[in-house]
């Protein structure tokens, strides 16, 4: 069983920047892959980035190339996503997810095994 808990979510200006927190229970963390999702009022659930076990893998979404970051710190059980230049289309819902598979690429929500509570990203114009 892993428990995640997200945090640093807020209001912030359009370019403005964030960093979300996910802190994992668990002493297998390094043994999942990471990815954030996030929805958006009246949409599905998306994918935005994923990090491999080791951290050297990542991938994110073409909306947010050069924009975001994601990256974990295995020793203390966190993964993160900067968030730079935010924009209004960026406000959503954020979760952060984990799988016991060393994966980093886009994959559907159902193949992630435990989720976040979520952390509310707004981003006024």
């Known amino acids: 069983q892993v428990q995640l808990v997200e945090s640093g979510g807020g209001l912030v200006q359009a370019g403005g920047s964030l960093r979300l927190s996910c802190a994992a229970s668990?002493?297998?963390?390094?043994?999942?892959?990471m990815g954030w999702f996030r929805q958006a009022p009246g949409k599905e659930r998306e994918f935005v980035a994923g990090?491999?076990?080791?951290?050297?893998?990542?991938y994110i979404i073409d909306s947010a190339k050069g924009r975001f970051t994601i990256s974990r710190d295995n020793g203390k059980n966190t993964v993160y996503l900067q968030m730079n230049s935010l924009k209004p289309e960026d406000t959503a819902v954020y979760y952060c997810?984990?799988?016991?598979?060393?994966?980093?690429?886009?994959?559907?929500?159902?193949?992630?095994?435990?989720w976040g509570q979520g952390t509310q990203v707004t981003v006024s114009s």
């Open positions: 668990g002493r297998t963390f390094s043994r999942y892959g």
């Open positions: 997810a984990c799988r016991r598979e060393n994966t980093w690429s886009p994959r559907p929500p159902n193949d992630y095994e435990y």
């Open positions: 990090i491999s076990w080791s951290g050297a893998n990542t």
